[in-house]
């Protein structure tokens, strides 16, 4: 160890107390240890889409690892559900293990790319507290109980990281964390779900279906093992709950974040947005923002996914494929951009091994990651009050004075409009007119609340047949 470095409280507690681990079992390089002969023990929970790739690479790597970290990486297992089951050709059956729990308890370095919430957690807890240091893809976890996970590795002086759980291979986390940590960031705004742009990609270039698409992004790789927390929005709510949370130095949840999913946007919507010089996204957005002018310094935070209308000119409409975009802005630095793969077993897989080479370098070298910072303790501001501009379009009878009373409505609720355009829909292409038009209103930007109470009373017009569409139109 170097001179001065701080050793982790688990490092003390199994030289000092009490050996929470059987010292025999775990590898022969701890901290400050560095030597041809040191070696890390990494367990790798998971073998699907992101763990296959990881197991590959750090098998194909290994002398590039070791020489990179110092210490040798010896894989001793990979925990999977199914060990019958057919894998990559590299990835020998004498590496796989049904008991997880075993495994973890044996590392010195824990990957876990299984997903999901349970046994994930509890393993991951598990292998703390036996001293291991974890790196973790699973965004689902994090943002539902991060915490839990962050207290018990500060507890246990070990690292947790998470590269890979926020847009693939992007480098986004460390950069925010580390990168960013002289700077106030105030906005973080980003395409984080490979699935759901591959989706709306395809709908908007090449006209295929909705469930088309989805089918392809799943067979490429991009979906989650349950497909509804891409397309709901779920899986980017999580990313957000954890970018506003490392952005904003505060805890923000995966429940603090209001979101819509992409189940509801058409061909129509996607043609109305061409027509508009737009493309639909599902975008995330986590901002500071000012409580009011009776409490002046005091800020909130504002987390939502949505899908929304962007015009051609923005940078992220161009975001093609599973491909992700994030931008942040901060007072210091301004807009930076960071884009690249964002799902996918390869692309993911870069991320969690490069978290895997700092956590073995901090067990060779000494010191810990950046850990979590909650000192900023935000409240989360309600969706009600967050302001955007709406597309709004409505089926209405084609009647004297009907325009007026659609826009009487928004007027009452002080959303004011900033175009209309109107299309009377005809009994057949080129047949007599039906007595239906279209209305495409956008308007200027106007809080959710007055915008859900004006989409209320135009339901309440005999004059408005349906609400035909509503989405978000972001960048001006
Ligand atoms: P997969 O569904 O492809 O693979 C999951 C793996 O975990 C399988 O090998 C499965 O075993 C194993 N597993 C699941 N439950 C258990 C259990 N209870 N005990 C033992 N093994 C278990 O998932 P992905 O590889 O796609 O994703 C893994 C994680 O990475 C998730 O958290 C996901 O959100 C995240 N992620 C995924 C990305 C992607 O592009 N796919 C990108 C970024 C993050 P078996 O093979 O026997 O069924
Ligand atoms: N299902 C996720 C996506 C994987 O499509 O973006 C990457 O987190």
Redesign the pocket.
């Known amino acids: 160890m170097t001179r001065g470095a701080r050793r982790p409280a688990w490092f003390l507690q199994m030289i000092e107390v009490v050996p929470v681990v059987n010292q025999a079992e775990k590898s022969q390089a701890t901290y400050g240890s560095a030597s041809a002969e040191a070696l890390l023990k990494v367990a790798v929970?998971?073998?699907?889409?992101?763990?296959t790739q990881v197991v590959r690479l750090l098998l194909s790597q290994a002398d590039d690892f070791t020489a990179r970290v110092g210490a040798r990486l010896e894989l001793i297992g990979v925990?999977?559900?199914?060990v019958q089951?057919e894998r990559h050709p590299d990835i020998s059956r004498d590496l796989l293990t049904?008991d997880?729990e075993q495994l973890v308890k044996r590392a010195d370095l824990v990957v876990e790319?299984?997903?999901?919430i349970e046994?994930a957690r509890s393993l991951m807890l598990t292998a703390i507290e036996h001293g291991a240091s974890v790196i973790t893809?699973?965004?689902?976890l994090l943002a539902t109980d991060g915490p839990t996970l962050y207290e018990a590795a500060d507890a246990a002086g070990v690292d947790i990281s998470f590269e890979?759980?926020v847009a693939?291979a992007i480098p986004l986390i460390r950069p925010i964390r580390e990168s960013m940590a002289g700077d106030q960031v105030k906005r973080v705004l980003g395409i984080v779900n490979?699935t759901t742009n591959y989706i709306l990609d395809a709908m908007a270039t090449t006209g295929a279906t909705f469930d088309d698409a989805l089918a392809d992004a799943q067979k490429l790789?991009?979906a989650?093992?349950d497909p509804t927390a891409d397309i709901e929005g779920h899986d980017a709510a999580a990313k957000a709950a954890i970018l506003a949370s490392l952005a904003f130095h505060t805890r923000v949840s995966i429940n603090d974040v209001k979101c819509g999913g992409i189940t509801k946007v058409t061909a129509e919507d996607v043609k109305a947005a061409d027509e508009l010089g737009h493309v639909i996204k599902l975008l995330a957005i986590v901002e500071r923002v000012p409580c009011g002018d009776d409490l002046p310094g005091c800020e909130k935070v504002s987390a939502r996914v949505f899908p929304v209308m962007l015009p051609y000119e923005h940078p992220l409409a161009n975001v093609r494929g599973a491909y992700n975009a994030v931008f942040v802005e901060a007072e210091a630095a301004g807009k930076l951009m960071f884009y690249g793969a964002g799902?996918?077993?390869t692309p993911?897989a870069s991320a969690v091994l490069g978290d895997l080479v700092a956590a073995a370098r901090h067990r060779v070298r000494g010191g810990r990651g950046t850990g979590e910072s909650r000192y900023a303790d935000l409240a989360v501001l309600s969706i009600d009050e967050v302001s955007t501009r709406f597309y709004v379009k409505l089926s209405v009878l084609d009647r004297p004075g009907v325009l007026a009373t659609v826009a009487n409505i928004f007027a009452k609720h002080e959303v004011s409009i900033d175009t209309v355009r109107q299309v009377i829909v005809p009994t057949a292409p080129g047949g007599s007119e039906s007595g239906e038009a279209l209305l495409s209103l956008v308007t200027h930007e106007a809080s959710e609340r007055a915008l859900e109470a004006t989409v209320n009373d135009l339901n309440n017009l005999d004059s408005v047949q349906s609400v035909r569409s509503l989405l978000r139109v972001e960048g001006a």
């Open positions: 929970l998971g073998c699907g889409e992101v763990g925990a999977v559900r199914d089951r049904a997880a790319v299984m997903g999901g046994p893809a699973n965004k689902a890979a759980a693939g490979g790789g991009y989650e093992a799902a996918g077993g993911t």
